[in-house]
């Protein structure tokens, strides 16, 4: 059963590196964000998959990144970023 | 191949990565990145130095974890603290890389 | 297993403990109180150190504790060696004349009546603070507490370069902070590396069980590179004349005379203590190399400042360069030689008390005469007759002429340069003091010209400060008219294989 | 029982598993912000939720389960405020 | 191959190509982004590495506390800079420095490779004395038992760092209060948020503390998540700092090193040593330092974050 906690934690490891693309693609920096975020819950999902095969700190680290992904997002919709615009880089390909 | 060896490689080329990006880049901000990616690596290859000395039912060097969680608050201190710094000579010089200013001409 | 209050190991800790008390009570009481209970803690701390000091000197021994009982590897100690003695009685002094010369420059908002003000409370706040870091570098025999007191340098000295707020003294702040850091985190790797090797991280358990070979070598790369860029050894020195050019006078004083020692320091624990003559004397060679970089450019550049601050500052990075001559002359020829150690330590001491006086007497000029323009300080001498005594002497000290502190540093070097056959760094040695002489006599010479008008003293001096500047410069004369005790301090404590050798 | 047990979480974590991997691909494939938004909102808080009901069976205390209820409900409000936030920005500025 | 190891790899890997995101993406909003994924995976890491403190503290401070920190701080400089681009490393220099570095992180492979086997190790001598200090968490008997001098300066080196923050404030402004981002808009969602997420954070950084002595957790960890619930009330406008010159606020903010202290100077009349504590009290001691610590480390760590006190910014931005 263990063992497939922690294949089932791989494919989710996988799902991560693909929206690693998003963050690198951006365009717009809400897009990068919000793939972050997605990273954010898929980190967590690692985590109480760890807790389910036996690592019960897990769930506490976990409960931890949902509190302070929060925070991130938060800090930046309010840093006073314009969250459209596209970062300089990806105008000029 | 084991858990600590894949991390101690891990956090080798973090550091070196690290030490790459605190040298190459001119703004700050990057190379206070680096500078965590560098801490980083650090901190992991203690860990790696932790797990390793597992024994007597611990699953690690409790000494090394307990030194890394106060290595990691003091890198902390540090990345705020220049934080702060940056931004303030942002809203004076408006530039925010450690390219001179012109020196002061007149001796205060 | 019962230590008593009277054991003069407990005064180390009270060493740290008195510091930081002054820091959490400077932050409560604020304002003018922040002033006096500082001031009141240096007094102490004077008191302490001497304690310290003596018990050492009366034993003729380390003097140790054990924090908490618990005895390494698990715990930490506290160990005062002959080093750590002289170091701490020299922070001790330049904190306390920092401490007294301060005052008139850091003043408070006449209008309220014990609100503070924001140079104020800092520079208070951050002079307990970089006296508890230094002791601590002096007294901690674990790598990691000393990685910890590393950050604690740091920490105090960066927030004093950028006191004045202006842009460069910010810019110059960001750089030293970000050579600091990354000079912390490589002596951490290679904290960590020898704890992998060897799962100790205190020093003496440490130098009973590391062995020559590549990985040694590694380390040591490491941690001495990192504390080189925190002491700006050349070429690691860019971030160092701007930084202690652009405080107040009275933390350049500290910055130049104290802060760049600590990780000065934790390189000789280092290649004395930790490796004692381990590794390969080219190893050495590079180090000393280093130094004359220092020397050579630092010299040179300082002949070419148009300011009086920045002169000094630039000096700093070539007396800097002396101290790491110690190490070709202690190991370069395979062959350990006491008196370079001892001449290191000299160079250490008498460096403080010339740069502090130094500083503070640049910075009475300038208050005095509205600018520091070395071109426009003919006459000097007439006017600010004390301060430009204060200088001379401290000059002479730079310079290394007899009979002052820097003499006998520069002597004890060269006489190991002799012993171990070393001609090359003697040369050196002298072409510094050569050039020391250049830089020096380019401000003392025209203070002393009787023939031009003198600069217009738009401020009056307080002889009160005038007699700071004086006694600092006296305390870096005394170290060359009486070097007998000093010497016999710097080498009580020392670990068995260099008290074999001294003569 | 145990058997029984077992197979609900292998199936509750194999969708959970599965939505992640669709909140991903329509992260990628979706051409503009707002249906990105859509389809991460989709993904976490629905992929998680099963992830979690999937591991409900083998906790040992209640304690433990309550903290893994706890994490979900903290994602879904977390996420759909910031989402909220995001999209209202992102709404302002474009128009 | 096991599974576990294969996820370690992948994990390795996926960190490695996050940091060369970090050093190599041209802007430095990304990069920021993916630092605060960095975090993320390095605490995962942790737990990987059987430490689970360090996983808690990495995921409070390392991803939450630092990426709003790094967050706001791009918004604020911008996107581009004056000087900083122009000037182009000649490609020499870049060479070397590849090469310097790549030497950096072979030396330390080939360390890493050579590491004696069996690790030297202190657990054995930690677990010995364990028993006397009462706590069942031996990372938190190292913190405040064996090693509480580190931990006692470690809060020094906060204090120090938080002043040095505080003294990058105007002249005019030292009377005024930290403001950390922009001025809130009342009302709104993230109200709504602040006043969910705060409660259960702080009941939730509470519980870290207390669990601590016994399980993974403690006050580093405690007082991170309850400076995140501060910094979060602070940006949604629910909660405020007040001046730097508040009495209250010194008191509060000395008040754990002060204990901490006290408590260390008494060892010398219970047991004759600084910072012991006595036996069969030790877990009490150890808990009131905790307790007295975390509200102090809290306000500390939030007004690193908070930055220097400033001037309300009279336009809206």
């Known amino acids: 059963m263990t063992e497939f906690l922690f294949v089932a934690a791989i494919l989710v490891l996988i799902t991560l590196t693909l929206s690693l693309a998003r963050v690198l693609r951006g365009p717009a920096k809400v897009d990068r964000m919000m793939a972050a975020q997605l990273l954010g819950t898929g980190g967590i999902a690692i985590l109480l998959l760890a807790a389910g095969s036996g690592l019960k700190a897990a769930a506490d680290v976990a409960l931890t990144l949902a509190l302070l992904s929060a925070l991130a997002a938060v800090a930046f919709v309010k840093s006073g970023e314009r969250l459209a615009t596209r970062t300089k880089n990806d105008k000029q390909p | 191949m084991t858990i600590p060896t894949i991390f101690g490689i891990c956090a080798s080329l973090l550091i070196g990565l690290g030490l790459y990006g605190i040298i190459i880049q001119t703004r700050v901000l990057r190379k206070l990145l680096a500078f965590n990616l560098v801490g980083t690596g650090v901190f992991l290859l203690f860990g790696v130095i932790g797990r390793r000395g597992a024994g007597g039912g611990l699953e690690g060097d409790p000494v090394v974890f307990g030194l890394v969680i106060t290595g990691i608050v003091v890198a902390f201190s540090a990345t705020a603290l220049a934080v702060a710094i940056l931004i303030r000579l942002h809203e004076e010089t408006g530039d925010d890389s450690l390219v001179d200013e012109p020196p002061d001409e007149e001796g205060r | 297993m019962f230590a008593s209050l009277t054991d003069s190991g407990v005064l180390l800790v009270f060493a740290l403990v008195l510091p930081v008390s002054g820091m959490l009570l400077a932050l409560l009481t604020g304002g003018r109180h922040a002033r006096t209970v500082t001031l009141l803690i240096l007094l102490a701390n004077v008191v302490v150190v001497g304690g310290i000091v003596g018990g050492i000197w009366q034993t003729g021994q380390a003097v140790n504790y054990h924090l908490g009982g618990w005895s390494p590897p698990l715990g930490i100690e506290l160990r005062a060696d002959g080093l750590s003695g002289a170091m701490m009685a020299v922070t001790a002094l330049v904190s306390l004349a920092a401490g007294l010369y301060a005052p008139p420059s850091f003043r408070f908002p006449k209008s309220q009546e014990n609100r503070e003000s924001r140079m104020s409370f800092v520079f208070w706040y951050l002079l307990s603070a970089t006296v508890a870091a230094m002791n601590l570098v002096f007294l901690a025999q674990d790598l990691f507490t000393l990685y910890v007191a590393l950050e604690l340098v740091a920490f105090a000295g960066v927030p004093m370069v950028a006191l004045s707020g202006s842009a460069n003294t910010l810019l110059a702040a960001l750089r030293y902070l970000i050579f600091a850091l990354i000079g912390s985190i490589f002596y951490l790797l290679g904290a960590v590396l020898l704890y992998g090797l060897h799962g100790t991280l205190d020093i003496s358990l440490l130098a009973g069980l590391v062995e020559p070979g590549p990985s040694l070598w590694l380390i040591l790369a490491f941690m001495t590179v990192g504390l080189a860029a925190k002491t700006a050894l050349f070429p690691l020195h860019i971030w160092l004349p701007p930084a202690h050019a652009g405080a107040p006078p009275a933390a350049s004083a500290l910055l130049s005379a104290l802060v760049v020692k600590a990780s000065f320091f934790l390189v000789i624990r280092l290649w004395f203590d930790l490796v004692p003559g381990l590794p390969a004397p080219s190893a050495s060679q590079v180090l000393g190399a280093m130094g004359a970089g220092a020397i050579l450019f630092g010299g040179v550049l300082a002949l070419r400042q148009a300011r009086l601050k920045l002169l000094i500052a630039y000096s700093t990075i070539a007396q800097l360069g002396y101290l790491f001559l110690a190490f070709p002359l202690a190991f370069g020829m395979g062959v350990e030689t006491d008196g370079a150690l001892t001449g290191g330590m000299f160079q250490a001491m008498a460096h403080a008390f010339a740069k502090a006086s130094m500083f503070m007497a640049a910075g009475l000029i300038a208050e005095a005469i509205g600018h520091d323009r070395i071109a426009d300080l003919g006459g000097l001498g007439r006017v600010l007759p004390v301060t430009c005594l204060a200088f001379g002497i401290a000059a002479l000290s730079l310079i290394g002429v007899p009979p002052t502190g820097g003499f006998v540093a520069k002597w004890l070097l060269l006489e190991a340069a002799a012993i171990s056959g070393q001609w090359w760094w003697a040369v050196l040695l002298i072409l510094g003091g050569f050039l020391a002489g250049g830089y020096m006599f380019r401000v003392i010479m025209p203070a002393l010209a009787r023939d031009v008008t003198p600069p217009t003293l738009i401020a009056p001096v307080s002889r009160f400060r005038e007699a700071v500047v004086l006694a600092l410069a006296l305390a870096a004369l005394a170290l060359g008219l009486f070097p007998e005790a000093p010497t016999e301090l710097l080498a009580l404590g020392r670990p068995q294989s260099l008290e074999i050798l001294s003569p | 029982m145990s058997t029984v047990l077992d197979l609900l979480t292998i199936v509750f974590v194999s969708v959970g598993v599965f939505f992640f991997v669709a909140g991903t691909v329509g992260l990628l494939r979706f051409p503009d912000t707002l249906t990105r938004l859509h389809a991460l909102t989709k993904a976490d808080n629905l992929g998680l939720g099963l992830i979690v009901i999937g591991l409900l069976p083998r906790v040992d205390s209640p304690q433990d389960a309550l903290k893994l209820i706890l994490v979900w409900a903290l994602v879904l409000v977390a996420s759909s405020n910031s989402s909220q936030l995001i999209a209202r920005k992102v709404r302002r500025e474009e128009s | ?317």
């Not at chain 5, 949604?236 to 090193?257: D, H, I, M």
């Open chain 5, 1 to 317: 191959m096991n599974t576990d190891l294969i996820f370690c790899m992948g994990l390795a890997l996926l960190i490695l190509g996050v940091a060369v995101f970090v050093v190599g993406s041209r802007e430095p909003f990304p990069a920021v982004v993916g630092f605060v994924i960095f975090g993320l995976l390095v605490s995962i890491a942790w737990m990987c590495l059987s430490a689970p403190d360090v996983a808690l503290t990495e995921a409070a401070i390392g991803g939450g506390v630092t990426g709003a920190l790094l967050l706001v701080a791009t918004a604020r400089l911008g996107d581009s800079s004056k000087k900083g681009q122009k000037t182009k490393t000649p490609m020499g220099f870049h060479g070397l420095v590849i090469l310097l570095c790549v030497a950096v992180s072979a030396g330390l492979i080939a360390v890493v490779l050579t590491f004696p086997e069996p690790a030297p190790t202190l657990a054995l001598v930690a677990l010995e004395p364990l028993e006397s200090t009462g706590v069942k968490n031996p990372v938190t008997a190292v913190l405040l038992a064996y090693r509480a001098l580190d931990t006692l300066l470690e809060t020094v080196v906060v204090l120090l760092a938080m002043a040095g923050v505080w003294s990058l404030a105007k002249d005019s402004d030292w009377s005024k209060t930290p403001l950390f981002g922009y001025s809130p808009e009342p009302g709104g969602p993230l109200v709504l948020l602040a006043k969910v997420l705060i409660p259960v954070g702080v009941i939730f950084g509470i519980y870290m503390v207390w669990t601590g002595s016994d399980h993974p957790g403690g006050k580093f960890q405690g007082a991170a998540i309850l400076a995140a619930m501060g910094i979060l009330g602070l940006v949604a406008g629910v909660t405020s700092v007040p001046a730097v010159t508040n009495a209250k606020l010194r008191w509060l903010l000395v008040l754990g090193p002060a204990v901490f202290l006290v408590v260390g100077l008494m060892g010398f009349l219970s047991v004759g040593y600084f910072l012991a504590w006595p036996p069969g009290l030790s877990k009490a001691v150890i808990v009131l330092i905790e307790v007295a610590l975390t509200p102090s480390l809290a306000l500390m760590l939030g007004l690193l974050v908070a930055g220097p006190p400033r001037q309300l910014p009279t336009s809206n931005s």
